[in-house]
T-cell receptor
């Protein structure tokens, strides 16, 4: 299995631009998570989906952020408009079933820089 | 609410010596505890987890962790450190009630000196 796939791996954009991050979970996994990692705040959960339905989006920072999972093999995290404080590494992770004892499989991350 | 504390930002140890990375947690229900490792410019990799049963859990690369319910701790250990163990280590917790997603600690950087 190829593991969790994220694209792009690096993104540099200017303030005000729209940014779309993409994630393909491991085939057969039913739950998908988006995290953000920064030096100041560490690793924080943004949103997670189970069977393509958003379950917990309490970590989404504000309305500029939105996430979708149109099917079991694809999810997007969109920031519009982007701001310099959004600069971070964004990780996607998946698990086979929505059970709290299942370990998560992480993608390599997307490093976002907003100038 | 769930929380995880990793009291040490960095742990330094000489190669061949035992290492311990500390973690304490707080949950409302029964905890499920995890350790992940992150190498530079990489995603997190799962090391081990505690669900139930034996308090000593063995995982990848010779790591183990001890669950202590009374002290609400889940410290990561290895009998003999390798230089290649140098990385960022995260403790995480979830539970079977309330919020089911993982909550991560702030991370501990392990530096193993040759």
């Amino acid at each position: 299995d190829a593991g969790v796939i994220q694209s792009p791996r690096h993104e540099v954009t200017e303030m005000g631009q729209e940014v779309t991050l993409r994630c393909k979970p491991i085939s057969g996994h039913n739950s998908l998570f988006w995290y953000r990692q920064t030096m100041m705040r560490g690793l924080e959960l943004l949103i997670y989906f189970n069977n393509n339905v958003p379950i917990d989006d309490s970590g989404m920072p504000e309305d500029r952020f939105s996430a979708k999972m149109p099917n079991a093999s694809f999810s997007t995290l969109k920031i519009q408009p982007s701001e310099p404080r959004d600069s971070a590494v964004y990780f996607c992770a998946s698990i086979p079933r929505d059970r709290p004892y299942n370990e998560q499989f992480f993608g390599p991350g997307t490093r976002l820089t907003v100038l | 609410a769930q929380s995880v504390a990793q009291p040490e930002d960095q742990v330094n140890v000489a190669e061949g010596n035992p290492l311990t990375v500390k973690c304490t947690y707080s949950v409302s229900g029964n905890p499920y505890l995890f350790w992940y490792v992150q190498y530079p410019n990489r995603g997190l990799q799962f090391l081990l987890k505690y669900i139930t049963g034996d308090n000593l859990v063995k995982g990848s690369y010779g790591f183990e962790a001890e669950f202590n319910k009374s002290q609400t701790s889940f410290h990561l250990k290895k009998p003999s450190a390798l230089v290649s163990d140098s990385a960022l280590y995260f403790c995480a917790v979830s539970e079977d009630t309330g919020r089911r997603a993982l909550t991560f600690g702030s991370g501990t950087r392990l530096q193993v000196q040759p």
